[in-house]
């Protein structure tokens, strides 16, 4: 069987690609699709079958496009500066076609000023957008500070206040990043919107190498890595001397030469999905002076006293969704058992605690499976544990189509969607729903497609 991180890999670094049908599963499921097929000579007989997930990407992407330009166009008529970033920017502003790249959520930065914040926050409102509540708890504040859900169901939209992730600890890095990509950045007239963009070195060494070194996805690289590093320095003729240049003024020197030496597309050089990948990342970037596996457990450390007390509260949940899964059955038996009328919304911060201490209690208790071969007992007692207090959680199963094979998951919404601190923001793009409890209708963002693609 063809292995699909070669697949992906040898897809985006010939050109034209060197592909054959038994490569297509990966590269739908990568999310490379669009791209790979806006490469491939007119007269190729793969593109055709690579056609409708291009043109499906496209739609959704104006579908999102319009909600967002409504909210930027009324955050830059009240004087909020605001830069889209990440995934979104990139389908819209450096590709050829928005269908040539895929994105979950929508990611934009503005000031780190609470002033400029809750102003941008209270306009979504006024606009009949959803917040889940961050922008109102500054202690809770991270790297992003507001999560934003558009009146049409279309967009999730993720406000920054610095451009890499941040947790614990100094934020001063961050902050010195931050304030290098405004002072280089210039302003744009987006369809009679005043919008402000990176410089392109800043778009391709900031938002593209150091935001997947530096953030949450250390030492491994995602299929979108290469194809947006070469459009960036194609379009707008950089090169490694420039690259480097920036990396070094911003003390990041180490990590991107080790980007480079694991994803350039000068050297058509892309190791996606092999051992020796996140050695090198990682090496680079603690000669950087940055330690992701120890921010890790900073990270769990800042949050250990309150799952603490949530643990022995939620015993009888986990131990009750452990019986339900060796009873077997129709898997909604219990959940019509645990059901309650919603009483009252949980806060962010105690929805965080109350799912944080199920998903340590999941390991403990399956300490040799897998997260994925877990998600059933944790999407039963993470149900059990929100209807027992109150909130009107929704429990969901889907299917994706992988290179592999079909493959299952389960998860848990609400009445408004995908909660962000489950930890699974992409669900929705990479599995399709095949039935939620209680059946309220399906948020709109839904993609309608078996899709299992990377951010």
């Keep these: 069987?063809?292995?699909?991180?070669?697949?992906?890999?040898?897809?985006?670094?010939?050109?034209?690609?060197?592909?054959?049908?038994?490569?297509?599963?990966?590269l739908l499921a990568a999310g490379v699709a669009g791209e790979v097929r806006q490469r491939l000579p007119h007269h190729h007989p793969l593109r055709e079958p690579l056609r409708a997930d291009h043109l499906q990407l496209g739609l959704r992407h104006a579908a999102i496009r319009s909600e967002v330009q409504t909210l930027l166009r009324h955050w830059a008529q009240a004087g909020i500066p605001v830069m889209p970033i990440k995934g979104f920017a990139l389908a819209e502003f450096e590709y050829g076609t928005p269908g040539e790249r895929f994105y979950g959520d929508v990611d934009v930065l503005i000031p780190d000023d609470p002033l400029q914040i809750s102003k941008a926050v209270h306009l979504a409102l006024a606009l009949g957008w959803r917040s889940d509540g961050q922008h109102?708890?500054?202690?809770?504040?991270?790297?992003?500070?507001?999560?934003?859900?558009?009146?049409?169901?279309?967009?999730?939209?993720?406000v920054h206040r610095f451009v890499v992730a941040w947790k614990v600890g100094s934020p001063r890095r961050t902050q010195r990043l931050t304030?290098?990509?405004?002072?280089?950045?210039?302003?744009?007239?987006?369809?009679?919107?005043?919008?402000?963009?990176?410089?392109?070195?800043?778009?391709?060494?900031?938002?593209?190498?150091?935001?997947?070194?530096?953030g949450g996805d250390a030492g491994g690289?995602?299929?979108?890595?290469?194809?947006?590093?070469?459009?960036?320095?194609?379009?707008?003729?950089?090169?490694?001397?420039?690259?480097?240049?920036?990396?070094?003024?911003?003390?990041?020197?180490?990590?991107?030469?080790?980007?480079?030496?694991?994803?350039d597309p000068t050297r058509s050089c892309f190791l996606f999905g092999q051992p020796e990948t996140s050695q090198v990342l990682l090496c680079g970037v603690r000669r950087d002076g940055h330690h992701p596996r120890r921010l890790l457990w900073l990270v769990r450390a800042y949050s250990l006293p309150a799952r603490l007390r949530w643990m022995p509260r939620l015993l009888p949940d986990v131990l009750q969704a452990f019986l339900a899964l060796r009873r077997g059955g129709n898997p909604q038996t219990p959940l019509h058992r645990w059901s309650r009328p919603a009483s009252r919304r949980l806060p962010p911060a105690v929805l965080g605690e109350v799912m944080g201490a199920v998903a340590w209690w999941t390991r403990l208790l399956y300490p040799r499976q897998s997260r994925r071969g877990t998600c059933v007992p944790r999407a039963y007692a993470t149900y059990r544990a929100l209807h027992r207090l109150g909130h009107p959680a929704v429990f969901c199963s889907g299917v994706a189509r992988t290179p592999s094979g079909v493959q299952g998951h389960a998860w848990i919404e609400d009445e408004w969607g995908e909660i962000e601190v489950y930890g699974e923001p992409l669900v929705r793009q990479r599995f399709r729903e095949v039935f939620r409890f209680p059946k309220l209708a399906p948020p709109a963002s839904a993609r309608p497609e078996i899709h299992s693609p990377g951010a």
């Design 1 to 26: 069987m063809t292995d699909p991180s070669a697949s992906v890999a040898r897809a985006l670094t010939t050109d034209p690609p060197l592909i054959t049908p038994d490569d297509l599963p990966a």
């Design 136 to 158: 109102a708890q500054p202690a809770r504040w991270t790297h992003e500070c507001a999560h934003l859900f558009s009146p049409g169901g279309n967009v999730r939209l993720d």
């Design 179 to 214: 304030q290098a990509i405004w002072e280089q950045a210039h302003c744009l007239d987006w369809h009679g919107v005043r919008l402000w963009r990176p410089a392109p070195v800043d778009a391709a060494l900031i938002n593209v190498v150091l935001g997947r070194c530096w």
């Design 221 to 263: 690289l995602k299929p979108a890595d290469y194809a947006d590093l070469r459009v960036l320095m194609r379009t707008h003729g950089l090169t490694p001397a420039h690259l480097e240049g920036r990396a070094r003024s911003l003390g990041a020197l180490h990590t991107w030469q080790a980007f480079r030496q694991v994803c």
